[in-house]
């Protein structure tokens, strides 16, 4: 049994800050990647992070460079999201996934991706 649960989200002010946690039991330890995804109200889900299982590599979509940091904690099978410097633009539901894909690369497309948690609402207020 495979499941991904995320919690840490909530309603923060524009120029705040939140850390999303992504605990995962079962066999997540074999993928190569952690990713975490949003998706805003009428828009496609995005690719927003990821990290391979070493913590070796990291991966960030350009929106969210310099201000987001995934981390991972192996020992506690947790992936975390710290996002600072919030925006509103960034008001979305926010997921984590496993890519089990065979890869050189964490990919950022949903496809290479399975064992979607329920997600997490992050919303930014102006």
């Known amino acids: 049994q495979v499941q991904v649960i995320e919690s840490g989200g909530g309603l923060v002010q524009a120029g705040g800050s939140l850390t999303l946690s992504c605990a995962s039991s079962g066999r997540t330890f074999i993928s190569y990647a952690m990713g975490w995804f949003r998706q805003a109200p009428g828009k496609e889900r995005e690719f927003v992070a990821g990290i391979t299982w070493s913590g070796g590599r990291t991966s960030y979509v350009d929106s969210v460079k310099g201000r987001f940091t995934i981390s991972r904690d192996n020992a506690k099978n947790t992936v975390y999201l710290q996002m600072n410097s919030l925006k509103p633009e960034d008001t979305a539901v926010y997921s984590c996934?496993?890519?089990?894909?065979?890869?050189?690369?964490?990919?950022?497309?949903?496809?290479?991706?399975?064992?979607w948690g329920q997600g997490t609402q992050v919303t930014v207020s102006s």
């Open positions: 996934a496993a890519q089990y894909s065979v890869s050189s690369t964490i990919r950022r497309s949903v496809n290479a991706y399975a064992y």
